[in-house]
Every structure is written in structure tokens, then in C-alpha cells.
């Protein structure tokens, strides 16, 4: 059982779909042309689009082009339902990528049948878009085994995806930066609790063993293809502007966008809350530290800026008055 979007410029076509499908338990929805299906594929995708040829306007072959194209519908089986027998157009379907295609008059049986067999493909990759869910649970575990960063993970998800908005990123783009806020560290699965949770400031050695957290972290999230944008942020949040951070040495424009806005939500979020080796930093002094960085190359200026704009003007949230950092304080870098 499944959502079919049923698309046909004949009313009387659409109702006869519905009324073969609907008894197999299928949610039927209609579109009278191939631009109301894509826009209705794009506000709610379906599991599957069931779509007549020859309709006026944009046709079937282009609006099964405009969902095969675009990456969050891909995956929709599309199904043509066509007079035409011959096979120029079968080819011109096979090439707009569509899955299969149903010839007037239907079989209704045979029709029912591959409905059936195509909606239980798409559950098939639908739980390998699930496989994205697993790696979420593993990074809030790995938040939960280190129970100093409790809640790190969420707000690092807001600030992040509200920065992402001040600056005007696509939806894309913002959704990248709410999910690399939880995957950000998922690296640090393969960090030994003796290091992960030590304490004292780590030796050069546990250093360098931590940096690694953002190599294993990207190879976490491997070749999900829902994770393709919130891959580079998970490698390359911890690099600057300088090229002094790690695990590239990459240098200005070279580190992603998305990665250099995580950075900074990332070094605010673990100066603010307690960490085993330092106090919580009130949020005058993070700003303060935030925009040494900037000064000293390592981030960018306007990046910052914009968010100590955010997180100072937020309701609710007095700016306490500014002080320095001690100079302890100061020296003692901040593990995030
Ligand atoms: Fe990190």
C-alpha cells in the first residue's frame, strides 16, 4: 500500500485509476497535467506517479524528466500510461527516466500487479534513505556516552540552520547544516572513552588521535546519498581559514561554506558550556573569543559577525557585560 499520484488531463481516466487502485488500499491523489504533478511531487512526494503521455502543456516525458531530475525525487518510480505502442516513444520515456510503462486499455489486473511490485522497490530505498537515521541515533549516542556535551549536538543544529538562514542558503543547504549539527562528531564513535573522556588537557599524541574523529566521521557517512552536503561539514569543520585547522590544512574559500558556519557555531557552543577542563564561558567572553579568531585568520569575519548578531540579539538571552579571557583560560584550547 502506498500514495499513487494519479496524473491525467481526462477527469473521467483519473477516476478510473482510482477506483481500480483504491480497493488495494492505495491513497490515490489526481494532478490534470505534468506541471500540477511536479509541483504536487515536490510539496508531497508520492510513492508513486502514475502518468498519462499526451496532456497539454508540459506532457508526461518532460514532467517525468522534471522528477527524475530533481535529487529529493529521484527515487519516485514513474509509471507512463500511454496509447502509443511504438517504440520511438518507449525510448523517449526510457531516456525522460521513467520506471515502466502501462498501455490503454489497462489489464486492470496486470496494472494492479506492477503498481504492487514497484511500490515495493520504492519501500526498498526508502529504508536505505533509513540508513541516515542510523547514523543520527549513533551520534546521539556517542553525545550521550560523553555526557559533558549534553544537548551539544541540538543546539549546535540550531544555531547552525538559523545562521544558515540569516545568510540566505537554499532550504538545501539549511537542512545540510541541521543534520551536520547532529553528525558533526560522529567520528568520535571510533575515540577511546580513554581519550574522548579524559578529563585534563590531552597530550599532542590524544590530540592528534581526536583530529582523527573527522576522517572517520566522513567515512560514516560513506555514500549516503541524503548525506552528500552534510558529508563535507562532518570532515571539514574543524579546519581555518589559515590553513592551521585540520584534517586538510585547507585554506580560505577552499573549506566549504557549510563546514566554516559549523566551525563557528561548534568553538561558540563548546566555550558557553562546561566542558571537564574549563568552566562555562558566559557569552560576552565567547563572543570576544570569537572575533580574536576572526582577527587572527582563522575564521571569517563577516561569518562571525553575523552569528554574535544572532546569538546576542535572541530573546531571552541577556549579553552579559564583556570581560577578557583569563589568561589560562586563554591557553587552554577548546576540544569540540
Ligand atoms: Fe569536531
Given at each position: 500500500?502506498?500514495t499513487?499520484l494519479v ?5 473521467g481516466?483519473?477516476?478510473l ?20 504533478a ?17 496532456m497539454?502543456?508540459?506532457?508526461g ?6 522528477i527524475?531530475d530533481a ?16 517504440t ?12 515502466d ?20 522497490i520504492?519501500?526498498?530505498t ?7 537515521s ?8 556517542i ?12 543546539r549546535?543544529?540550531?544555531y547552525?540552520?538559523?545562521l ?11 537542512a545540510?547544516l ?5 553528525l ?11 581519550v574522548?573522556?579524559k578529563?585534563g588537557?590531552l597530550?599532542?599524541q ?29 570532515r ?7 590553513g592551521s ?26 566555550l558557553?558550556?562546561?566542558?571537564p577542563?574549563k ?13 580574536e579568531?576572526?582577527a ?9 559577525a553575523?552569528?554574535?548578531?544572532q ?11 564583556v570581560?577578557?579571557l ?11
Amino acid at each position: 500500500m502506498g500514495t499513487v499520484l494519479v496524473v491525467d488531463d481526462i477527469a473521467g481516466n483519473c477516476r478510473l485509476l482510482e477506483s481500480l487502485l483504491a480497493p488495494d488500499g492505495h491513497t490515490v491523489r489526481t494532478a490534470r497535467d505534468g506541471g500540477e504533478a511536479v509541483r504536487a511531487v515536490r510539496e508531497s512526494p508520492p510513492d508513486l506517479v502514475l502518468m498519462d503521455v499526451m496532456m497539454p502543456g508540459v506532457d508526461g516525458f518532460d514532467a517525468c524528466r522534471a522528477i527524475k531530475d530533481a535529487p529529493e525525487s529521484r527515487l519516485i518510480p514513474v509509471v507512463l500510461v500511454t496509447s502509443l505502442t511504438d517504440t520511438a516513444s518507449r525510448i523517449r520515456g526510457i531516456e525522460a527516466g521513467a520506471d515502466d510503462f502501462v498501455s490503454k486499455p489497462f489489464n486492470a489486473t496486470e496494472l494492479r500487479a506492477r503498481v504492487r511490485s514497484l511500490l515495493r522497490i520504492k519501500r526498498y530505498t526508502d529504508d536505505l534513505d533509513n540508513a541516515e537515521s542510523v547514523i543520527v541515533s549513533l551520534a546521539l549516542t556517542i553525545e550521550a556516552r560523553d555526557r559533558t556535551t549534553d544537548g551539544h549536538c541540538h543546539r549546535l543544529a540550531q544555531y547552525a540552520s538559523a545562521l544558515g538562514r540569516t545568510l540566505g542558503l537554499g532550504e538545501d543547504d539549511v537542512a545540510a547544516l541541521e543534520s551536520g549539527g547532529y553528525l558533526h562528531d560522529v567520528g568520535k564513535v571510533g575515540i577511546p572513552d580513554a581519550v574522548l573522556l579524559k578529563p585534563g588537557p590531552l597530550t599532542p599524541q590524544e590530540y592528534d588521535l581526536m583530529k582523527q574523529h573527522t576522517l572517520i566521521g566522513d567515512r560514516l557517512c560513506g555514500e549516503l546519498r541524503l548525506l552528500r552536503k552534510v558529508r563535507p561539514i562532518v570532515r571539514h569543520h574543524h579546519e581555518r581559514l589559515d590553513g592551521s585547522g585540520y584534517p586538510d590544512q585547507l585554506r580560505g574559500d577552499a573549506i566549504p561554506l557549510l563546514a566554516q558556519v559549523m566551525g563557528i557555531a561548534d568553538v561558540f557552543d563548546a566555550l558557553t558550556t562546561k566542558r571537564p577542563y574549563k568552566a562555562p564561558f558566559p557569552v560576552a567572553q565567547a563572543v570576544e573569543e570569537l572575533r580574536e579568531e576572526a582577527a587572527r585568520g582563522w575564521r571569517r569575519a563577516d561569518l562571525v559577525a553575523a552569528f554574535i548578531d544572532q546569538v546576542t540579539s535572541a530573546p531571552g538571552r541577556p549579553l552579559p557585560p564583556v570581560a577578557r579571557l583569563s589568561r589560562a583560560a586563554a591557553a587552554q584550547p577548546v576540544v569540540t
